[in-house]
């Protein structure tokens, strides 16, 4: 029973290259979450969908983020044009329903460097 | 807005020594809390959560956390901590009620010296 797979483990990107993280959630969880650590800080909420929707995208930058759950296959983040400033570790959770019971299963994480 | 403030960002403690780590939240309705570790290189992992009903939870590994309502707190404490409990804990809320979307704080780093 495999838990939320995250993929790379480590991405290095050049300055104003595309970053493409990707995230299964557990068998049987249908909501995904990202989550972005900088540095010295603490997790913040990125984005929230649901198969096919966005749920709730309140922390996603306005430009050069983007975020999508196909009906079929993983999660994926996506970062245009990348900046030094989006080196961080990238998480993603998810859950089997949509109510603030915790239910999160975290994933190991994508460690996105920008030189 | 929900907000969530720990007050240590480093502690250091020597192995057997106890341990309370503070977390404070801001909202002014009915929460869900949690604390979560985060192992170096690791993910995160639930340690322990809170709902409703008695305040003082036990959570894995002998951590457990106490919920204040009127201090709007939920610390987190250990009689006696281990070398292997070297690593960052984070405070997290949500809204009862509401969905899963986690608020939380910047995290303490532990270091326990044998």
């Known amino acids: 029973n495999a838990g939320v797979m995250q993929n790379p483990r480590h991405l290095v990107r050049r300055r104003g290259q595309e970053a493409r993280l990707r995230c299964s959630p557990m068998k049987g969880h249908s909501h995904v979450y990202w989550y972005r650590q900088l540095p010295e800080e603490g997790l913040k909420f990125m984005v929230y969908?649901?198969?096919?929707?966005?749920?709730?995208e309140s922390g996603m930058p306005k430009e050069r983020f983007s975020a999508e759950f196909p009906k079929e296959g993983p999660s994926i983040l996506r970062i245009q044009q990348v900046v030094r400033g989006d080196s961080a570790a990238y998480f993603c959770?998810?859950?089997?329903?949509?109510?603030?019971?915790?239910?999160?299963?975290f994933g190991s994480g994508t460690r996105l460097t920008v030189v | 807005a929900q907000s969530v403030s720990q007050h240590n960002h480093h502690v250091i403690l020597s192995e057997a020594a106890s341990l309370e780590l503070g977390c404070n939240y801001s909202?002014?309705?009915?929460?869900?809390l949690f604390w979560y570790v985060q192992y170096p290189g690791q993910h995160l992992q639930l340690l322990l959560k809170y709902f409703s009903g008695d305040p003082l939870v036990k959570g894995i590994k002998g951590f457990e956390a106490e919920f204040i309502k009127s201090k709007f707190s939920f610390n987190l404490r250990k009689p006696s901590v281990q070398w292997s409990d070297t690593a960052e804990y984070f405070c997290a809320v949500n809204s009862a009620g509401g969905y899963n979307k986690l608020i939380f704080g910047a995290g303490t780093r532990l270091a326990v010296h044998p």
């Open positions: 909202y002014g309705g009915t929460v869900n």
């Open positions: 959770a998810s859950s089997p329903g949509d109510r603030g019971t915790g239910g999160y299963t």
């Open positions: 969908l649901q198969k096919e929707n966005i749920i709730d």
